[in-house]
């Protein structure tokens, strides 16, 4: 059977050991400091407007995002185990002028190589 039966309920998508090796694999070393934050899933694709910022901080949310959220969702699906990484590649609470798209694409390729060097040192670990 190649996908886990479906959820009425989704609770604890995340799988938290998995989580936890992230930060700390194997001899306990940590590969990079990864702080821990509550991941808001919109369905997009738009950007979030002030007021939807201030909301989704009110219930707890720290980042905002697109498409990390269906993703677990989907993998917890197939039965697989869950650990999210995300870059913040636009900062909501320091943002003075409108969004542009371009400043989200600058700042994603500014993090390509941190990430690719995390997920490099995450692999050698064992724990990816």
């Known amino acids: 059977r190649l996908l886990a039966a479906r959820a009425d309920v989704l609770v604890d998508v995340d799988d938290r050991a998995a989580a936890e090796r992230l930060g700390a694999p194997g001899d306990g070393t940590p590969v990079v400091a ?25 219930l707890g949310g720290d980042l905002i995002g697109m498409s990390t959220v269906y993703e677990a969702i989907a993998a917890a699906h197939a039965g697989l185990q869950v650990a999210a990484l995300s870059a913040v ?15 989200v694409l600058h700042n994603a390729q500014r993090v390509d190589g941190q990430l690719s060097a995390l997920l490099r040192g995450l692999l050698e670990k064992g724990v990816a």
């Open 34 to 58: 990864l702080p821990k934050a509550v991941y808001v899933g919109i369905a997009g694709p738009s950007y979030e407007t002030d007021a939807e910022i201030r909301a989704f901080r009110i």
């Open 89 to 103: 590649t636009n900062s909501c609470l320091r943002r003075k002028q409108a969004l542009n798209h371009e400043e």
